[in-house]
């Protein structure tokens, strides 16, 4: 007896490949976004890796740069105090003559009234690394109203707006200390290892007190001692004694990352 055949069987036959296509495609897609997704946390992995990465290379850096800049102050208390000579100071008329035999800090005690320079070439006054240019013009004084119409501390292309300074390249390996006064010109933007030092410190000397810092006036302290030097608040007010000021700021890769003032006198 031969077999019947229904007219449903070919349906049957295609719903069933049907929902095979189907059950592939939601395969398909399910592992899609499954890819994707494993591929965003994946990218998320690595650019959260590169930022801490980045954060630890930069608190590196910083912390390095809190710590030459501490240097630059210590090394700057050690030579005032021990009276080294590191200006090579030129003579200029009306002033002392430097003497070889003294340091920066007995050349000091001979012009305490005009000590450091105050022009662009920086010849006046006895110590070559002393700012005491006027208030109003200075890259770096304190406190902040005081100084370059209010835009100032500033660590940035500070070479090109002191007249002198101490740069100290230090050793990252030794540690030790090489001390020079850059030569003026300085290239703006400075160049990194000549102006400025690639690691290490540039200092330099101001005159102030714990909170603020002073233009010196020509002349000297009517009731001081003799080795101080004294500035006016205003014309015909009463002689004011000023400290020494050290200014540091540490450089890391050549970069000005970290200011630290002290009074250190």
Partial sequence: MAKKLTADTPTSVASKGENADNAQGFVLITVIILLALLTMLGVGQVYRSITNQQESATSVMNTRAVYYAETGISYLEWSWASDADFDAYSAVAGMPADDTSNGDREEWLAGVTTPGP????????KVMYWDNTPMAGRAV???NALCNGGNSPTMYHISTKLTR??????NQTTGAITPSIPVVPHADPPVAGTDTPQNGAIVWLTAGDGTTDYEVANHLCTNGSPDQGCFKTTAGSADTPYHVIAYSIGYVNGRALHLLRAVIQ
């Fill in 118 to 125: 105050t022009t662009a070439t920086g010849v006046d006054g």
């Fill in 141 to 143: 004084c304190w406190p």
């Fill in 165 to 170: 300074y101490i740069k100290l390249e230090i």
